[in-house]
């Protein structure tokens, strides 16, 4: 997962077409309030989610859809909306880099801050599980390696046992993520030279598409897939066209900075609700059967097919109001203090959120995997958010940015300070 800094950082300069107006994309600094704000709206997708799962209101004891299933089964698009917004942050330095004529970042660098961002956080969460609720099986050493590295994605067992969940599944997609994060400075080489061959967005832009094609047409293909075959729904190459997605949006808001006016940015700043709209309707349908139930991870081609679709058109419609139309209603919304706030302090959130809930149900209630009803889930619902937020923001506080401050490897370039935001202070 991917974060911003306390202090808004100022972008790079990108040289403006001589005579362009103003460019309707955020130009003036890196830090995005709203992409935080998108980002506190899907950890609490996924923390609800999981509480419903837990409690039966989702899933109930028998492995039928619970009541909860026709609102809540659209909620899985929390991840496509996670890697939507991982693409365009983590691409973006390479888009302005390209587009703006400079050189591309440090790869060591990169590297060295994705390892800073995510592993000190995991790490103090990953041991805590296994030394707290799984010590009989620390004597694995590859599989205590596998998990400490985070490549437990590979491995079916390292992520589900009895009941059918460990207090560290919901970290299978920041493995596919951290897969994602190696790849990506290859990625950006590819669409660097693209970019220089045609002075244009249409060879890269067509490389992305046909990456988000190929993601499809192979996750429709391999379709009905066996649950015990998590290759197939786990790994990166089975969520890579969401982040290519991002990618894509990251190149087409870079381009924009240039001064260029683009139709479709021009689109979405005219029709930022509209967008919203597309997502709120492939929402709804994604709670129906036509693309699959919340208790079967197999799913017929077609039902693959209309989740995909969904999920796609949610992620998007969600985010592009947001990195394409600086001002717009969504992008005000979202860069509200408190979802910015939340947005922050996510990491933790989303790591630990269920460690409260096995504690909660099994320890506390002397109850098992969901059979505690609906009625459960909501007396659970503003306890179990409280110690999930306390726990991010003591993670954002005392791990994650203490460390990134101390060991950031920061630019020595020089760059003038940004005016203070309100809106972003939150």
Known sequence: MTTSLDRPRPAPPVSAAPGAKESPVRAERTFEPAVDGLRAIATLMVLVAHLAQWTGALIDKTGKPGPFAPVMTGFLVAIPIFLIISGY?????????????????????????????????????????????????????????????????????????????????????????????????????VLHRALKATKNLKLAGALLTAVIVADFTWLVATSPSSPLGPPSLWWLR??????????????????????????????????????????????????????????????????????????????????????????????????????????????GMFLWHLIIMQVTVWYLLDSDFGQLGTGAFFALLPFVLALSVLAGWLSYTFVEMPLLRRFRIRSHRPIAEPEPSRRASG
Not at 281 to 298: D, H, K, P, Q, R
Request: hydrophobic share 55%; glycine share 6%; with cysteine.
């Open 89 to 189: 942050l983590l691409y973006r330095p390479w888009a302005d880099a390209a587009l703006g004529g400079r050189k591309a970042p440090n790869t060591l660098h990169y590297y060295w801050h994705r390892v800073l961002r995510i592993f000190p956080a995991y790490w103090l969460f990953m041991v805590t599980a296994l030394v707290v609720f799984n010590r009989e099986q620390l004597d694995d050493v590859w599989r205590t390696v596998r998990l400490l590295t985070v490549q437990h994605v590979q491995n079916w067992a390292d992520l589900r046992t009895d009941p059918g969940m460990t207090n560290w599944a919901q970290t299978w997609s920041l493995a596919t993520e951290v897969h994602y994060y190696i790849a990506l400075p290859v990625a950006a080489f």
């Open 238 to 347: 089975g969520y890579i066209g969401f982040l290519a997605a991002g990618m894509l949006l990251a190149l087409v808001a870079a381009k924009a900075r240039t001064g260029q006016r683009l139709a479709f940015v021009e689109f979405v700043r005219n029709n930022p609700w509209a967008f919203w709209g597309a997502a709120a309707v492939a929402f709804a349908v994604s709670n129906t059967e036509w693309a699959g139930s919340i208790a079967s991870i197999a799913l017929t081609k077609e039902e693959a097919a209309l989740k995909y679709v969904c999920h796609m058109v949610v992620a998007v419609g969600l985010a592009a109001p947001l990195l394409l139309a600086q001002g717009s209603g969504p992008e005000r919304l979202l860069s509200r203090p408190t979802l910015v706030w939340l947005g922050r302090n996510s990491c």
